[in-house]
């Protein structure tokens, strides 16, 4: 054998040994990185997992939610799968000079695939650098290692594609339609010596295998460790409803920590899971979360992909610190990242942790103000392609923060306390919860207490909620639900004085305990009352009773009152017949459309109100930003940036409505504040879906809503 074809044997051999080395060090390393999370358990739904692996992954549906980034991934990811058989075919050509892939008479076509394939990546590469560097899109960071990586993959095609042409003069192949670029480059290249051509074809050879192993050592060391937990995240991905927070068992807790002062939340990494764990090296730094996100667009400091960038590495150091395995390698060329030194540090005989590396989860790595921005409305989790929960990060900071710190900011106190003393934000007295009724006398509204004393039976228990019980604005909602359900006969009661909060506001505030106290005694209530099917014209309520009184013991039907409404004008028991002559565009509440994929019921009931042409906003549906009121926004104000609502209220203004209908008694709320606020409240109305209905279907004048001078209940 050639004595230089043996000393490329040899260095193949080192050389890829060496970099699958490091590679699997890495592995191991963020492996154990990982450990250091709390153990979840999960449920063993294998069918229903890779359904998600199939559509998330392979078919790049949530990707391609943005259409352009969407195909330019779509590109790398099979192309860079299937150029891989290539990569073989050409290493096997430098290592057995003559001979190729025992592919038989289906190597010519292979072939051409191939260059197909590359070429289409090198378009990739091109389209990705226009798209950051040129066109300079805000949400892509515009760094050194973006840059790094497209060269990678471009020298990883063209030294291919070179390499093949110096390979087809070196062995004398005549042009072939199988390989119409490298035959291209060896016709331009033919004056070329056979030494010349061997010469350069090793130089691509070595190129294109230097730079596949250095993107191997790289892949785990940066934002492309998404090619390997991307998947994993999208496996381990929850099953069961988007956006629904974990309890804590509060018994269990205690046990844990008899020992030292009770812990709830998340107060150091460690008490992350290790699902969430693998969402922090899922991350691929895309920034479609924080270009979706409304604290971010509004100019808080909330940046959800920061967030996720910040913990990661976070957890990089701490492991290092905890396994005192270096994270970087090589590790010579690494020696002085902090995450190396660290590691080095923990080493080291009598080495105190806490002395070596302990900032504050929250306060060094995460500030509060990042925390109390989040409106919880979960579209950095529906734009993320990667399945990261950002939210559930979130919300187990914030627990840790109210239950374990006692800390929060002051108008989210004042509300807490009021729920904890009178069930509802506003400390309001409890026993005035019915009263709204009063305002209508020809509404038949009965209580459950009032049912069962008259011998009678309700269907379902209409949940009113604080809003709909003490909100001037929002009684007006109810009011016109209760008249419509009158209207079709449908058999309802309220809890009146009896009914609470039903916890949405505690918990999304980090107050699991109140919350579980709350659920725990509206069930209670429920089964006093034999509740089976709940109707109500919150979201929030809807979200939580829905999706998260399960795992308290109840679960009953639960439905949104535009379902219901949407579903008795589809039974006829309803019947818009007056015209209403409006332009409107309809608000979608997050708790109702992302959380629980309810969008169409309220358009339907607008589309068959006669008069009504619906528009719609450019965010909507799926893509529908926040009002602001979610995650107990509510009752904080907004002292950094612009706010939310009025960013919203923009939104909608921009289609010139002449009302803007929403299916949420929060929203109404916020955008009717939006309207004022941009002065144009007595030409554009904000009704709700069933003040509309009402009209429609029983012929009331509808008057303008006015506007009070006296502050409202809600500051």
């Known amino acids: 054998m050639n004595p230089l074809l043996i000393a490329n044997w040899f260095l193949f051999l080192v050389v890829t040994a060496y970099a699958v080395g ?270 979706m996100c409304p604290a971010t667009g509004t100019g808080k400091m909330l940046s959800p992909m920061d967030l996720i960038t910040k913990l990661r590495n976070h957890l990089t150091n701490t492991g290092a610190v905890l396994t005192q395995q270096k994270p970087w390698v090589p590790a010579m060329a690494f020696a002085n990242t902090q995450g190396n030194q660290l590691a080095v540090a923990a080493r080291v005989d009598g080495a105190v942790i806490e002395d070596i590396y302990n900032p504050a989860l929250i306060g060094d790595v995460i500030t509060e103000e990042e925390l109390w921005a989040c409106t919880t409305c979960r579209n950095c989790e529906d734009q993320c392609p990667v399945m990261i929960e950002h939210v559930s990060h979130i919300i187990d900071l914030r627990r840790y923060l109210v239950m374990t710190e006692g800390r929060m900011d002051g108008d989210a106190q004042r509300a807490m306390t009021n729920i904890e003393r009178q069930g509802n934000p506003w400390g309001l007295n409890r026993k005035e919860k019915e009263n709204w009724r009063d305002a209508r006398p020809d509404v038949h509204i009965p209580t459950v207490k009032e049912v069962s004393k008259a011998g009678e039976e309700f269907e379902y228990l209409f949940w009113v909620g604080s809003m709909g019980s003490f909100d001037n604005r929002s009684q007006k909602i109810a009011l016109a639900f209760a008249r419509l359900m009158n209207e079709a006969g449908v058999k309802f009661a309220i809890l009146g004085n009896k009914e609470k909060n039903s916890g949405d506001t505690p918990r999304r505030l980090g107050n699991e305990f109140l919350f579980q106290e709350l659920a725990g005694s509206n069930i209670s209530e429920f089964e006093k009352a034999g509740v089976t099917k709940i109707v109500t014209i919150d979201p929030h309520a809807y979200n939580i009773f829905k999706n998260e009184y399960p795992d308290f013991g109840w679960n009953g039907e639960v439905l949104h009152h535009t379902e219901m409404l949407f579903d008795l004008v589809q039974q006829g028991r309803l019947k818009p017949q007056h015209t209403i002559n409006e332009t409107i565009t309809f608000h979608d509440s997050c708790y109702l459309g992302r959380y629980n994929d309810v969008y169409d019921p309220p358009r339907e009931i607008l589309r068959a109100i006669p008069g009504v042409k619906l528009v719609e906003m450019e965010r909507n549906r799926e893509t529908g930003m926040c009002c602001g009121a979610g995650g107990g926004m509510m009752w904080m104000e907004e002292h950094v940036g612009n706010r939310v609502n009025v960013a919203r209220t923009e939104q909608a203004l921009a289609v010139n409505p002449t009302m803007i209908s929403s299916g949420c008694p929060y929203c109404l709320t916020m955008l009717s504040d939006g309207t004022k606020a941009k002065e144009v409240e007595e030409t554009v109305g904000t009704y709700d879906i069933a003040e509309l209905l009402e009209r429609s279907v029983l012929g009331d004048y509808m008057p303008p809503v006015e506007v009070e001078e006296e502050e409202p209940i809600l500051q």
């Not at 980034?69 to 000079?97: E, T």
């Not at 300079?136 to 840059?147: D, F, M, Q």
Request: net charge positive.
């Open 22 to 291: 490091l590679f699997t060090y890495l592995l191991k390393t963020r492996y154990e990185y990982i450990k250091l999370g709390k153990k979840e358990e999960f449920e063993d739904n294998f069918k229903e997992r890779m359904r998600k692996i199939m559509v998330n992954v392979f078919g790049q549906k949530k990707l391609l939610k943005d259409k352009k980034s969407g195909i330019i991934h779509v590109m790398f990811f099979y192309g860079f799968l299937l150029v891989q058989f290539g990569a073989i075919d050409f290493i096997w050509k430098g290592l057995k000079p003559g001979s190729h892939l025992p592919l038989g008479p289906l190597y010519p076509a292979f072939t051409f695939f191939q260059e197909v394939v590359t070429l289409m990546i090198l378009v990739a590469v091109v389209w990705a650098f226009y798209r950051r560097y040129i066109e300079k899109l805000v949400r892509l960071k515009r760094g050194w290692k973006s840059g790094l990586v497209l060269i990678f993959i471009g020298g990883l095609m063209v030294s291919v594609l070179v390499g093949n042409g110096m390979g087809m003069i070196w062995h004398d192949h005549a042009a072939t339609w199988a390989e119409p670029v490298a035959s291209s480059i060896a016709t331009i290249f033919g004056f070329l010596p056979e030494t010349a051509a061997i010469t350069i074809f090793y130089i691509m050879w070595w190129v294109h295998l230097l730079f596949l192993l250095t993107f191997l050592v790289y892949v785990p060391q940066s934002k492309h460790f998404h090619l390997i937990t991307g998947p994993a995240n999208t496996y381990f991905n929850r099953t069961d409803n988007v956006g629904k927070l974990r309890p804590i068992n509060f018994e269990e807790a205690e046990d844990e920590e008899s020992e030292e002062e009770a812990s709830f939340g998340v107060g150091k990494i460690q008490d992350l899971s290790q699902k969430q764990l693998i969402d922090l090296y899922a991350c691929v730094e895309c920034g479609r979360c924080t270009n």
